[in-house]
């Protein structure tokens, strides 16, 4: 089975992306007229401002990984990508251990909301293409991007949890 001729190399994928880029900001604009509407209902009480604030925080990383994941669609970058891996290995264990690697890497230097925003996108039709279930990639992408995520040199999830805890990192 050649992996190359099943991926759809006519622009449907920046299609799709785009489709879904659309959802999401439906999604954003239903949440937020939502919580607007919650909050005329309560407008006798304070809204923590740590929750607005983690709130605005949030949506500023989703729609800068958002941007970011456009132009890298423009750049073609998706395609320079599936072309690599697919040069590297037809077998789909070696594809998932090869995108296991990528994503440490990412999660050492990248938070992880906008690594999915970013990476899914191009990581998920690749998977589908090799014939990953989605849930099983699900749950390697994101479970990938937490052990990235506790490993240093950044580390951000142990600066996190020692925070929390009051503990010292090092």
Do not use: C
Request: charged residues 15%; glycine residues 6%; without cysteine.
């Amino acid at each position: 089975q050649n992996v190359a001729k099943q991926v759809q190399t006519d622009g449907t994928a920046l299609t799709r992306r785009k489709d879904i880029d659309d959802a999401a900001t439906d999604g954003i604009v239903a949440r937020l007229h939502d919580r607007w509407r919650l909050h005329k209902a309560h407008a006798h009480q304070k809204i923590p401002q740590g929750a607005f604030i983690n709130t605005v925080i949030s949506f500023v990383i989703i729609a800068f990984a958002s941007t970011v994941t456009f132009i890298l669609s423009i750049d073609h970058v998706p395609e320079s990508l599936r072309l690599l891996l697919q040069g590297m290995t037809q077998d789909p264990t070696l594809f998932l251990l090869l995108v296991f690697v990528m994503l440490v890497v990412v999660g050492m230097f990248m938070e992880s909301t906008a690594a999915y925003v970013m990476l899914v996108p191009i990581f998920a039709p690749m998977a589908a293409v090799y014939g990953i279930e989605p849930l099983q990639f699900a749950l390697v992408f994101i479970l990938t991007l937490i052990v990235g995520m506790l490993t240093p040199p950044v580390g951000a999830l142990l600066f996190l949890m020692a925070g929390m805890t009051g503990l010292k990192v090092g």
